[in-house]
């Protein structure tokens, strides 16, 4: 009978943990079924999808995968945060490492990597009371770096593949509020960091050469796929294989949650435009402000559903793909890269969540608040 109830408490804590984890899926799961009833599985369920957009993400997610396996990203980063010393200085340097890391490879990946570098740079030189700050620096920068990217954040990859947004086009868009970002942030840590002296000792350890060349070309491949250059179907096919040989761990580290998530609201997506009164209320909200009204929505229902269902409503990329990117600042259920941020936080520093959300509150949406305005005013 103990032998039972412990298996059975076993498989509760995997539950919960796999809840805890997984929760946005879970959310689309339901939201897909509950939809499923209303417009029940047809012929038209398969054009909801948007294959390009699911291997293109699992190609990148997979790449960088591979890379971090080999601390790439994380010994380059260590190598440029060593030679300065002074702390403003090294927390902006992690701060644009994380901006710059999340165009290239994602804001979520960008924070799984350089986060715990930001942990052991202020935990080794005993600067423990900026670790809040530069942790919330660091999810904004994620967030915010992410957009003048297609590849940057998800739903940029989305919203670019669906209404086949031109490359000029989609830089000049993001890039008035990616640089009013960059210039909030450094502003923010040129003021609440003091000019005090670092010392990081630890020296950043060699890289396989080959293996870095090698998981560079591929993540070219992936690239070329994003921006058109190659077909999808080739590099799914070549990525997959290349990493089977040379790193299958890496192919089982792909965050396909993730992945599964875009499928289900991908689903309820579909479904809820094809509902008459949904697609009414939502095309005449978006018609009075699309900008506005998708900012808002990332609040509630975060940035990639908000994407992937109100673009079903509205022609404005334009202003849609500005709302989805600055709505990622806001509340922590705004981004799913903030829940990986707040996690890792508490990981390191329990006793302070209260602080730490409060903070990350004021920040956050002080910048959604600033970016907004600026993107109406130049609309």
Not at 77 to 95: D, G, P, Q, S, T
Not at 163 to 171: A, L, Q, R, S, T
Not at 241 to 267: E, K, N, S
């Given at each position: 009978m103990n032998f039972e109830l412990i298996k059975m408490q076993g498989v509760k804590a995997q539950v919960k943990h796999f809840v805890k984890e997984n929760t946005v899926l879970i959310i689309a799961i339901i939201a897909a079924?509950?939809?499923?009833?209303?417009?029940?599985?047809?012929?038209?369920?398969?054009?909801?999808?948007?294959?390009k957009t699911l291997a293109c993400l699992f190609s990148v997610l997979a790449v960088v995968c591979a890379l971090r396996n080999i601390r790439f990203f994380y010994t380059l980063a260590k190598a440029i945060v060593r030679k300065f010393r002074n702390a403003r200085i090294a927390i902006l340097a992690l701060v644009y490492i994380t901006f710059i890391g999340s165009m290239l490879i994602a804001n979520d990946m960008a924070l799984l990597t350089f986060l715990p570098l930001g942990y052991f740079i202020l935990h080794t030189t005993k600067k423990e009371k900026y670790m809040a700050f530069a942790f919330i620096m660091q999810n904004i920068a994620a967030n915010l770096g992410g957009m003048l990217t297609p590849f940057g954040n998800p739903q940029n990859l989305y919203l670019y593949s669906k209404f086949n947004i031109p490359d000029g086009e989609f830089i000049s868009i993001m890039f008035p509020p990616f640089l009013v970002a960059i210039i909030l942030?450094?502003?923010?840590?040129?003021?609440?960091?003091?000019?005090?002296?670092?010392?990081?000792?630890e020296k950043a350890a060699g890289l396989p050469i080959g293996r870095v060349i090698i998981y560079l070309a591929l993540f070219a491949v992936a690239i070329l796929m994003v921006f058109r250059f190659m077909p999808y179907q080739i590099g799914l096919i070549i990525i997959p294989l290349?990493?089977?040989?040379?790193?299958?761990?890496?192919?089982?580290?792909?965050?396909?949650?993730l992945l599964f998530t875009f499928v289900f609201f991908f689903i309820f997506a579909g479904n809820m435009g094809r509902i008459d009164a949904v697609r009414d209320f939502f095309s005449y909200l978006l018609n009075i402000n699309t900008l506005v009204f998708s900012a808002m929505s990332c609040q509630v229902i975060s940035n990639v559903?908000?994407?992937?269902?109100?673009s079903q409503?509205?022609?404005?990329?334009?202003?849609?793909?500005?709302?989805?990117?600055?709505?990622?600042?806001?509340?922590?259920?705004?981004s799913l890269?903030?829940?990986?941020?707040?996690?890792?936080?508490?990981?390191?520093?329990?006793?302070?969540?209260?602080?730490?959300?409060?903070k990350f509150t004021a920040f956050n949406f002080a910048f959604l608040i600033v970016l907004t305005a600026f993107c109406w005013l130049i609309k």
């Amino acid at each position: 009978m103990n032998f039972e109830l412990i298996k059975m408490q076993g498989v509760k804590a995997q539950v919960k943990h796999f809840v805890k984890e997984n929760t946005v899926l879970i959310i689309a799961i339901i939201a897909a079924l509950v939809t499923s009833f209303i417009i029940p599985p047809d012929k038209e369920y398969i054009g909801y999808f948007d294959f390009k957009t699911l291997a293109c993400l699992f190609s990148v997610l997979a790449v960088v995968c591979a890379l971090r396996n080999i601390r790439f990203f994380y010994t380059l980063a260590k190598a440029i945060v060593r030679k300065f010393r002074n702390a403003r200085i090294a927390i902006l340097a992690l701060v644009y490492i994380t901006f710059i890391g999340s165009m290239l490879i994602a804001n979520d990946m960008a924070l799984l990597t350089f986060l715990p570098l930001g942990y052991f740079i202020l935990h080794t030189t005993k600067k423990e009371k900026y670790m809040a700050f530069a942790f919330i620096m660091q999810n904004i920068a994620a967030n915010l770096g992410g957009m003048l990217t297609p590849f940057g954040n998800p739903q940029n990859l989305y919203l670019y593949s669906k209404f086949n947004i031109p490359d000029g086009e989609f830089i000049s868009i993001m890039f008035p509020p990616f640089l009013v970002a960059i210039i909030l942030i450094t502003v923010c840590c040129l003021i609440f960091v003091k000019s005090e002296p670092l010392e990081i000792e630890e020296k950043a350890a060699g890289l396989p050469i080959g293996r870095v060349i090698i998981y560079l070309a591929l993540f070219a491949v992936a690239i070329l796929m994003v921006f058109r250059f190659m077909p999808y179907q080739i590099g799914l096919i070549i990525i997959p294989l290349a990493l089977l040989f040379l790193d299958r761990q890496a192919l089982l580290q792909v965050d396909y949650g993730l992945l599964f998530t875009f499928v289900f609201f991908f689903i309820f997506a579909g479904n809820m435009g094809r509902i008459d009164a949904v697609r009414d209320f939502f095309s005449y909200l978006l018609n009075i402000n699309t900008l506005v009204f998708s900012a808002m929505s990332c609040q509630v229902i975060s940035n990639v559903p908000s994407a992937i269902l109100l673009s079903q409503f509205t022609d404005n990329y334009r202003e849609l793909l500005l709302g989805v990117n600055i709505g990622g600042a806001g509340t922590l259920i705004a981004s799913l890269a903030s829940l990986i941020t707040f996690k890792e936080y508490t990981k390191q520093d329990p006793k302070h969540t209260v602080s730490y959300l409060v903070k990350f509150t004021a920040f956050n949406f002080a910048f959604l608040i600033v970016l907004t305005a600026f993107c109406w005013l130049i609309k």
